[in-house]
């Protein structure tokens, strides 16, 4: 089994996007050493104050996010950092070659009751070299992405990544502390009969997702004539990773819960990276209805909503937003 150095080199990955992806392992490789520890290592709890997304910030989002930022920005190809905690993006090295953005800890409320979390990236060109990176350098659409992946802390810590060539998985070995791979060009079935949504908001959906999931609740009874799991993490990062290791879809629909929100999950540090990984790995990626990867960004905290993973039922939901249109 060959190591991530190794598969980097393999995939003739740019330097600088390889030592991006170095620096971001090394950072997940301590974030995984202090989820080991919990309680011990006081990271539990709130941090006492919210991010700029109105959210209370746990322990160790704002631990996560340090040790990201602080190595990021000291990697000579990085620029700029943009991160889903802070309000605007960091510029660091003007000679630096790529951006960088990511969500520190990717379902960070699970944190405290000992349930998957994980930290997602995504990294794209700079195009302004020799000037401070602003926010509205990162603002490119999602199919400039040079790379993207996750690191889930779980039982074992895993990485998902892409060069925009297939999708590789690693293995943290907790001997060696090296990202040894386990799978290569992953690929989602085109069907499924599993679907993770927080089912607590149907009465906030519009009537087609509604009308998806009564198909799937109706089972053999229903038009579908087959039955179906229900599957939630309650982190996207943990969602996505079953999806790719054994198939299905996840959403998180457009609702009116919040009508000033278009949508839950955040366009640069959620949506576009694993809408990349999805599409990689032969699946497809929506907001029900246009392509996640070819929206054109307004704001480095833009929200959107998001259906994804097997390809059959993403483009069923589509055809059902636009029959209603």
């Given at each position: 089994m060959s190591n991530l150095e190794t598969y980097l080199a393999a995939q003739n990955a740019q330097p600088a996007v390889a030592d991006i992806i170095t620096t971001i392992t090394k950072v997940g490789i301590q974030i995984s050493d202090?989820?080991?520890?919990?309680?011990?290592?006081?990271?539990?709890?709130?941090?006492?104050?919210?991010?700029?997304?109105?959210?209370?910030?746990?322990?160790?989002?704002?631990?996560?996010?340090?040790?990201?930022?602080?190595?990021?920005?000291?990697?000579?190809?990085?620029?700029?950092?943009?991160?889903?905690?802070?309000?605007n993006a960091t510029p660091a090295n003007q000679d630096g070659d790529v951006l960088v953005l990511f969500d520190p800890l990717d379902g960070s409320s699970n944190i405290d009751i000992n349930m998957a979390v994980g930290t997602i990236f995504s990294i794209l060109p700079y195009n302004n070299q020799g000037h401070p990176a602003t926010d509205e350098d990162f603002l490119q659409k999602g199919t400039a992405q040079l790379a993207s992946g996750y690191i889930l802390y779980g039982t074992s810590t895993v990485m998902s990544i892409t060069l925009g060539n297939g999708v590789a998985m690693f293995s943290l070995d907790p001997d060696t502390k090296a990202f040894v791979?386990?799978?290569?060009?992953?690929?989602?079935?085109?069907?499924?009969?599993?679907?993770?949504?927080?089912?607590?908001?149907?009465?906030?959906?519009?009537?087609?997702?509604?009308?998806?999931?009564?198909?799937?609740?109706?089972?053999?009874?229903?038009?579908?004539?087959?039955?179906?799991?229900?599957?939630?993490?309650?982190?996207?990062?943990?969602?996505?990773?079953?999806i790719l290791c054994r198939g299905g879809i996840f959403s998180y629909p457009f609702d009116t819960k919040h009508p000033d929100k278009p949508g839950k999950l955040r366009l640069m540090y959620e949506a576009n990276p694993m809408s990349l990984l999805i599409e990689q790995a032969g699946g497809m990626s929506t907001d029900a209805t246009n392509r996640i990867l070819d929206i054109e960004p307004t704001s480095i905290h833009q929200r959107v909503p998001v259906v994804l993973g097997a390809k059959n039922e993403v483009a069923y939901v589509k055809k059902l937003h636009e029959e209603v249109k």
């Open positions: 202090l989820l080991k520890r919990g309680a011990l290592a006081d990271i539990l709890g709130e941090a006492g104050n919210q991010n700029v997304q109105g959210e209370e910030q746990k322990k160790l989002d704002v631990i996560a996010n340090d040790l990201l930022l602080d190595a990021l920005s000291s990697n000579p190809h990085c620029a700029g950092v943009a991160s889903e905690e802070l309000d791979q386990i799978k290569d060009q992953v690929q989602i079935s085109p069907d499924t009969k599993e679907y993770a949504i927080n089912a607590s908001n149907y009465r906030y959906w519009l009537p087609p997702m509604q009308r998806y999931i009564d198909e799937f609740t109706a089972g053999k009874t229903g038009v579908r004539g087959k039955d179906f799991n229900m599957r939630w993490v309650a982190a996207m990062v943990g969602d996505i990773h079953r």
